[in-house]
């Protein structure tokens, strides 16, 4: 390849925003524009997935910058829909919780049951493939980077009970925990676009466009994430979603913390009343003897 001629926009004055920002993909993803970036993007998942081509994506929930409120626990997902009128949902998870397949679950079942409206009969139902993009290690006992689920039978994963379901897993913080082994395996369309979600923030548009092999798409992608990055309304916005999210989670953990210490006071003066001695209560709750020796 023809090695580009440096430009004055190659050197970064600082870090863009990271493209697994969900205001960032959101922006991306809605603008009518960029249409063809968003179908390049799950024809990408699809052909790595060995699944026909899409040739429309039209985004159904268009993001809107005016009713956007930082401080609102919201869910900035896509969903779109296919010349076949296919449904399809994009987020990003950038934080690990317990509750996350579930969340992920009950996620693609409230899309799912939004297709039907009152009188519409359930053969009216298509088919709704989650894409989640996680930016966290999971699902540790499996290789593929591309992780898809189905519903499967037992007996014979042959037999599905539907086609209606997929999740497909991105793991982008897999790939990163394990040094971007195991990248080589994916379709070279989905290299690409994981190349730019991994390093997008932190590289300058000359080695971009050496590390997707100069992939329009991918290209008019990271040219997206320098404007979204240069506004500076955008640029604020983000920071403020980015506190609020870190907030929250800080706020969730020292409330699943708290909650914890109280389950153990109460386990152990139940233990306490039932007679078991103090020594016996310590060890199996991790209390201190004197907080123990307190309980009444």
């Not at 699809?46 to 930082?70: C, G, M, W, Y």
């Amino acid at each position: 390849m023809r090695k580009r001629p440096q430009s004055p926009d190659s050197v970064l004055s600082e870090p863009l925003v990271k493209p697994t920002s969900d205001l960032f993909t959101a922006v991306l993803w809605s603008a009518p524009k960029n249409e063809p970036l968003l179908r390049d993007f799950l024809n990408a998942v699809l052909t790595n997935d060995r699944q026909p081509p899409i040739r429309e994506a039209t985004v159904l929930n268009p993001f809107n910058i005016k009713e956007f409120a930082v401080d609102k626990k919201l869910i900035l997902d896509v969903h779109v829909r296919d010349e076949a009128s296919r449904r399809y949902n994009f987020e990003v998870q950038t934080a690990s919780h317990p509750a996350f397949c579930d969340r992920m679950l009950f996620q693609w079942a409230d899309f799912y049951s939004s297709q039907l409206r009152t009188g519409d009969d359930y053969t009216d139902l298509v088919l709704l493939k989650s894409v989640i993009l996680t930016d966290f290690p999971i699902f540790a006992e499996l290789q593929d980077l591309h992780t898809v689920f189905e519903v499967r039978a037992r007996e014979n994963p042959e037999v599905l009970l539907s086609d209606h379901f997929q999740m497909h897993f991105l793991r982008l913080g897999d790939l990163r925990k394990r040094q971007m082994e195991g990248l080589e395996a994916l379709h070279v369309g989905l290299q690409h676009w994981l190349n730019f979600f991994m390093f997008g923030a932190a590289t300058t548009e000359d080695r971009m466009s050496r590390l997707v092999e100069n992939s329009p798409a991918v290209m008019a992608a990271y040219g997206e994430l320098r404007r979204f990055s240069e506004n500076a309304e955008m640029r604020e916005l983000e920071r403020r979603r980015r506190r609020y999210r870190e907030d929250w989670q800080i706020g969730m953990t020292a409330s699943r913390a708290e909650g914890k210490a109280e389950e153990k006071l109460e386990i152990a003066l139940a233990m306490k009343r039932k007679g078991y001695d103090t020594v016996t209560i310590a060890d199996l709750t991790g209390l201190s003897l004197a907080k123990i020796e307190r309980l009444n």
